[in-house]
């Protein structure tokens, strides 16, 4: 069964009417740009010093997380595929720019202690003294196959995007053409993640097994610069991304390829019926959605520092269709809504901002009850606001007007 990949195309709204049809777009652009303009005049880096470096990182890393909220909504909210594997894609992106990060600042730091020396260290050396550094740890003092192109970082940004594609192509192709749907789609996905985080763990995989990958946030070349200047370029980075993501899906959904996608969510068998390559359209979806997500992973792990097989376990994949669902699936400014408000809201409550609460018969201590309250949370918006906080939003512009 061969898969046609379907023409993305707009033709149903011409180019210069993208905008007047989807205003959500010029806001969500014209806030991203006036809290990048705040957080910049704010910071320690660039401003006044308002903000701390460690709050700049966790906004920054919080615009990650609202761009891979945004491609689980077109994949979820949008297409109707309920994927718990997107966090998968995201850590794989995570790792292929952390080997760069970690092997490269590694090697200045052999070389600099190598050559202080009479004789000037061979390439071998450089590079056995590398290998022990960062695998010693492990108990190992070999440079293992996957890093032989560890050093060059065109290598791994085009690995930051071919890995996550092309495990999302192989996995969305052998799933989609056997018909898969609903939940058992989803278990599959979940099972591709556990099996990814599982086999991460382990020593002998070349990444360093439970260790991970650390001092990302150390940029080779860049030592010298100090972390509150750095922590302001992936902020920037990271929100020209999100502004481009949020750009690049609000015009695959707003033409008639979105309106397939949505037909397949709704009614998948008829859209078939119809001549349509649902396959097709799901695997670009599938893809395309997998991609942006390990963009969101190079762009976090860096401002976090560190990155490990935890990170990518079934659960955090799970908790990524809880925001989206609390933003409100289907609609891309929910989707950040939901991400923001909830991984906020967890820093906040989980990272000692909050006061603990002492009602006498129990304590409620908020590193141990956060996620109790986030499931009846999202309980109570499945029962009372199914269209989440963006529907809320959407009720409100409509009674006004």
């Not at 860049?222 to 899906?249: D, E, K, R």
């Not at 989980?350 to 006061?355: H, K, R, V």
């Amino acid at each position: 069964m061969s898969i046609e990949i379907p023409r993305v195309t707009s033709a149903s709204k011409p180019q210069g009417r993208f905008l007047r049809a989807n205003p959500s777009v010029m806001w969500f652009m014209g806030l991203l740009g006036l809290f990048t303009l705040g957080v910049t005049i704010l910071s320690e880096g660039f401003g006044i010093g308002a903000i701390s470096t460690n709050l700049v990182k966790v906004l920054g890393m919080t615009l990650c997380l609202c761009l891979i909220a945004i491609a689980m909504d077109v994949v979820w909210g949008y297409c109707g595929i309920l994927s718990l594997g997107h966090f998968a894609f995201f850590g794989l992106g995570g790792y292929a720019i952390g080997m760069w990060l970690m092997y490269a600042r590694t090697e200045i730091v052999i070389r600099d202690s190598l050559g202080r020396g009479t004789i000037p260290p061979t390439e071998l050396e450089v590079s056995e003294g590398v290998a022990a550094q960062i695998f010693g740890v492990v108990g190992s003092s070999e440079l293992p196959l996957i890093w032989s192109f560890a050093g060059s970082l065109p290598f791994q940004l085009a690995m930051v995007v071919l890995v996550p594609g092309a495990l999302a192509l192989v996995f969305g192709w052998l799933a989609f053409r056997s018909r898969v749907t609903g939940v058992y789609l989803s278990i599959l996905t979940q099972a591709m993640t556990l099996a990814l985080a599982l086999y991460l763990f382990q020593n002998d995989t070349g990444l360093r097994g439970n260790n991970g990958l650390s001092g990302l946030q150390n940029i080779p070349g860049f030592l010298h610069v100090p972390q509150s200047v750095i922590s302001m370029w992936f902020f920037w980075a990271s929100a020209f991304a999100l502004g481009a993501g949020y750009l690049l899906f609000a015009w695959v959904v707003s033409g008639k390829f979105g309106s397939v996608i949505r037909a397949i969510r709704d009614n998948e068998a008829r859209v078939r019926f119809l001549g349509y390559n649902v396959e097709g359209y799901k695997l670009f979806v599938f893809t395309i959605t997998a991609i942006i997500s390990g963009i969101a992973g190079a762009l976090y792990y860096p401002q976090a520092g560190i990155i490990n097989p935890a990170e990518i376990a079934p659960i955090a994949s799970i908790y990524l269709a809880v925001w989206v669902a609390i933003g409100g699936r289907g609609r891309l400014y929910g989707a950040v809504i939901g991400a923001a408000f909830v991984s906020l809201l967890s820093s906040w409550l989980t990272g000692g901002g909050a006061p603990n609460i002492d009602l006498g018969l129990f304590r409620i201590v908020w590193t141990d009850w956060w996620l109790v309250f986030l499931g009846l949370g999202f309980v109570a918006v499945t029962l009372f606001f199914p269209k989440g906080i963006g529907g809320l939003f959407d009720y409100l512009v409509r009674k006004q007007s």
